[in-house]
């Protein structure tokens, strides 16, 4: 089954205690990207990736890292989480026609 | 600047109604693409329908249609015959083609359908 997974879909944690997201998809996908939803903003995509080793910014990547070391998987870290981060985030990737994929979401609470 | 606005934050429409939920964008870019995605409350984001810069016609996907105006910057998903398992969130996006895949999205819109 096509799919895209996200690792791990609640996570509660406190200020400052260096987390990673995981986020696979099966679909051979050269485009992955990292979102974060929040009510009466819509998604803001935190970083995008167009290829192994090839990463660039969103609208709002302060305070995250990625990295793309394979074509499947691209983990979204928070290395020193604040309340500010607590949000709703989603994973998505695309083969560059137009469909975006979007994995189930992670709900990240920073206390 | 890359803008994504929707305008309605809730609607409602009668079952069996069409119902037309409004997105305009500004972009520089020659070259884009528009989205829409419904998002029910369970959380998934569902891609409904794409229209690229380019194309002549308005697409269609089953009961989904996208308005698309070029000129007044507008990309209005219309969907026909509501039904109750429409009630969702729906987000309209674009996407810039040039120099990157940045995707912004618009703050949505909450449609309620009354049965």
């Known amino acids: 089954e096509a799919q895209v997974t996200q690792n791990p879909r609640y996570l509660i944690t406190v200020t400052g205690k260096k987390l990673t997201v995981t986020c696979s998809q099966n679909?051979?996908?050269?485009?992955m990207s990292w979102y974060r939803q929040d009510p009466g903003l819509g998604l803001r995509q935190i970083y995008y990736?167009?290829?192994?080793?090839?990463?660039d910014k969103g609208d709002v990547p302060e305070g995250y890292k990625v990295s793309r070391k394979e074509k499947r998987n691209f983990p979204l870290i928070l290395e020193s989480p604040s309340p500010n981060q607590t949000s709703l985030y989603f994973c998505?990737?695309?083969?560059?026609?137009?469909?975006?994929?979007f994995g189930p979401g992670t709900r990240l609470t920073v206390t | 600047a890359q803008k994504i606005t929707q305008t309605q934050p809730g609607m409602f429409v009668q079952e069996k109604e069409a119902v037309t939920l409004d997105c305009t964008y500004d972009t520089s870019d020659p070259s884009y693409g528009l989205f829409w995605y419904k998002q029910p409350s369970s959380g998934e984001m569902i891609f409904l329908i794409y229209?690229?810069?380019?194309?002549?016609q308005n697409a269609t996907e089953g009961r989904y249609s996208l308005n698309f105006q070029k000129a007044r910057k507008s990309a209005n998903l219309v969907i026909s015959a509501s039904q109750l398992g429409d009630s969702a969130m729906y987000f309209c996006?674009?996407?810039?083609?040039?120099?990157?895949?940045?995707?912004?999205f618009g703050a949505g819109t909450r449609l309620f359908v009354k049965a």
């Open positions: 229209q690229g810069s380019y194309d002549q």
């Open positions: 679909m051979n996908h050269e485009y």
């Open positions: 998505a990737s695309g083969d560059f026609s137009y469909e975006q994929y």
């Open positions: 990736s167009m290829n192994v080793e090839v990463t």
């Open positions: 996006a674009m996407r810039e083609d040039t120099g990157g895949f940045k995707t912004i």
